[in-house]
């Protein structure tokens, strides 16, 4: 490495130490002021996601559509799912589905769906049935009946909150570029997935997908969320970067196919094991494609 590369890397790393950890913290005088950028780090910081390049549909030589599941009981995951108790930890630390959840509420992510077809686009209220159970208990229930009335202690109240979240499932899109002749992954969607509010407290609850959200309109909301980064918190990774640089593990569940995109446990049922294989065979078909291109 010449001596102008090295001052280039170190002058990378000085920027991007300075834009990614916690803000001002060794200047602050007040606890206030730990966040806050001054006028001249924002200056100096180009805070937006990576811009996708345009890719005409002439480039695609060989597409295939994939959906995975991102089960956050794996250790590589534990970065999308922790943390899942905020009571005692700063407001620039949550989780995705907090993040995910908040931006809604807000109104910066507008584009979200009921399925990864992106057929049918929801609204706030109308997710808020999958998220958020209201129920009578049997007192409840007598009260009503005999006086007309049910105190609010008869109530029960569950939300879907981050520490339901067992899944994230994706799906994204792998293409062969033939202008740059190089397998490129590009996702497309997310959605969290936890039990059925109505049935959460049972031994075996159903896990659903409670809303899809449209990635690329979730990407500037993403990026200027930070995840922790154990091998160096002074460089946290913005969940952006994280599910476009695949640091994630997933396996495949489903792939478009002629039998209406069915999932791989529809065509090999109760084997784990067997479904697991599946996966892996897709990924080599995929990954393959490339290599035969250069096959001689």
Do not use: C
């Not at 599941?69 to 108790?85: A, H, I, M, Q, T």
């Amino acid at each position: 490495m010449n001596y102008k590369s090295f001052l280039l890397t170190l002058s990378f790393i000085l920027v991007a130490s300075a834009s990614f950890a916690q803000a001002n913290i060794l200047n602050a005088k007040s606890p206030d002021e730990i966040g806050e950028r001054t006028d001249a780090q924002k200056a100096l910081d180009n805070d937006k996601p990576l811009e996708y390049g345009y890719v005409d549909d002439r480039d695609l030589l060989f597409s295939k559509m994939v959906w995975e599941k991102v089960v956050l009981d794996e250790r590589v995951n534990f970065p999308l799912y922790y943390p899942v108790d905020t009571n005692n930890i700063g407001s620039n630390r949550r989780s995705l589905y907090d993040v995910l959840l908040r931006s809604i509420k807000k109104g910066e992510i507008k584009n979200i769906y009921d399925d990864s077809y992106f057929t049918t686009k929801r609204t706030l209220g109308d997710i808020q049935d999958a998220l958020a159970l209201v129920d009578t208990t049997d007192i409840g229930f007598e009260q009503y009946n005999a006086e007309g009335t049910v105190d609010a202690q008869y109530i029960r109240k569950r939300e879907i909150s981050a520490y339901d979240i067992t899944e994230y499932w994706i799906k994204g899109l792998w293409y062969f570029d033939k202008r740059q002749s190089e397998l490129k992954y590009r996702l497309l969607g997310i959605a969290p997935v936890a039990p059925d509010v109505n049935f959460i407290d049972s031994d075996t609850p159903e896990l659903i997908p409670l809303f899809w959200v449209f990635y690329p309109d979730a990407r500037q909301v993403l990026h200027e969320a930070k995840a922790f980064n154990g091998s160096n918190s002074a460089v946290p990774f913005s969940f952006d970067h994280i599910l476009n640089s695949r640091r994630f593990n997933g396996y495949i569940f489903k792939e478009e196919n002629v039998f209406g995109d069915r999932k791989v446990e529809e065509y090999i049922a109760d084997n784990a094991l067997m479904q697991l294989l599946e996966s892996d065979r897709i990924k080599e078909n995929i990954r393959n494609f490339e290599l035969d291109m250069w096959s001689y």
